[in-house]
């Protein structure tokens, strides 16, 4: 009985492996438009962090209507996150060079953090040495993106940076969709069979 609805339940999740599918295609395309730096690159990651914030301060809201406590700061969170997401799709250009500051600056913080925790854990970690050399990778990449240059200030470094970071995160999850789908396609004909 419980193993008949595992069975049913498998075969219904792996059915909507087509899902996963068009999701993987729809990043790997937006991968390309962002690698392709132009501008639609910084009207395509403008608008994918307007509707990021904009879902997301929606999910804030939701939670305000159903947390016991603290109410008003998620719903302030969630007003806030809906008006960064607006201005973010009302002002594409302004929004990218923000977000490519922020991105510059946080790899350069987590890069330090790395640093700090594999110097910590020698004594315990045999490979504490991989998370040094990442730490002092991403130390040495947000400092040359936000060092300035000759005349811009770093804003050419740092966009290079974002849409790098972008376009490349978006590949890796669209390929991982892809891969994850066809999974799911091979899992939901061998519970077929099962049934």
Do not use: C
Not at 62 to 85: E, F, R, T
Request: a negative charge; charged letters at 10%.
């Amino acid at each position: 009985m419980v193993a008949d609805a595992v069975i049913a339940d498998t075969e219904e999740f792996t059915g909507r492996w087509g899902w996963f599918l068009a999701a993987g295609v729809a990043w790997v395309i937006f991968g390309f438009v962002v690698l392709s730096f132009n501008q639609a690159s910084v009207w395509a990651i403008a608008v994918f962090f307007g509707i990021g914030f904009i879902a997301g301060g929606m999910m804030e809201l939701v939670l305000a209507a159903i947390a016991p406590g603290w109410k008003w700061l998620y719903a302030l969170i969630g007003i806030v996150s809906i008006l960064a997401g607006f201005m973010a799709l009302i002002w594409p250009g302004e929004t990218f060079l923000v977000l490519a500051a922020i991105v510059a600056w946080l790899l350069l913080f987590y890069g330090i953090i790395d640093i700090v925790f594999a110097i910590g854990s020698r004594h315990i970690d045999d490979l504490w040495w991989l998370q040094l050399i990442g730490g002092v990778a991403m130390v040495l990449l947000g400092l040359w993106a936000i060092s300035p240059d000759d005349s811009t200030v770093s804003t050419w470094r740092t966009t290079v940076l974002l849409v790098f970071w972008v376009g490349i995160a978006a590949l890796m999850r669209g390929i991982s969709d892809i891969v994850l789908a066809f999974r799911f396609r091979s899992a939901h004909k061998q519970v077929q069979q099962l049934a």
